[in-house]
């Protein structure tokens, strides 16, 4: 079974800074691709950012330059550092978890965490 934790939402200025962390337990298989997606309200959930094992990566292309997701295995982590934040960034952001099959494909693994909630001012 696998668990997927979010932390570090929060309210922050246009132009600020966060970083979001998701504690990860399950089986090496279930968690070869980790992903953020993100959601606004009345708006499709849309993937953020995906990391592979090996610390392979692909961003969409609205935070490229300005988000970086990183993993730590030994401490089960994947972290979500977003620079220069716009309003338009204002959603909540799921941890996600697949197999390696999910790296491929536009597919979301089939394991979510919670969800935090990241707000950007106005």
């Not at 668990?3 to 600020?16: A, I, N, T, W």
């Not at 708006?43 to 990391?51: D, F, N, S, T, Y």
């Not at 030994?74 to 952001?93: E, F």
Request: glycine residues 10%.
């Amino acid at each position: 079974q696998v668990r997927l934790v979010e932390s570090g939402g929060g309210l922050v200025q246009p132009g600020g800074t966060l970083k979001l962390s998701c504690a990860v337990s399950g089986s090496s298989f279930s968690t070869a691709v980790l992903a953020w997606y993100r959601q606004a309200p009345e708006q499709q959930r849309e993937l953020v950012a995906k990391i592979g094992r090996s610390g392979n990566t692909r961003y969409a292309d609205y935070v490229k330059g300005r988000f970086t997701i990183a993993r730590d295995n030994a401490k089960n982590t994947v972290s979500l550092q977003m620079d220069n934040l716009a309003p338009d960034d204002t959603a909540v952001y799921y941890c996600n978890s697949g197999a390696v099959t999910h790296w491929a494909t536009p597919t979301p693994g089939p394991y979510w965490g919670q969800g935090t909630q990241v707000t950007v001012s106005s």
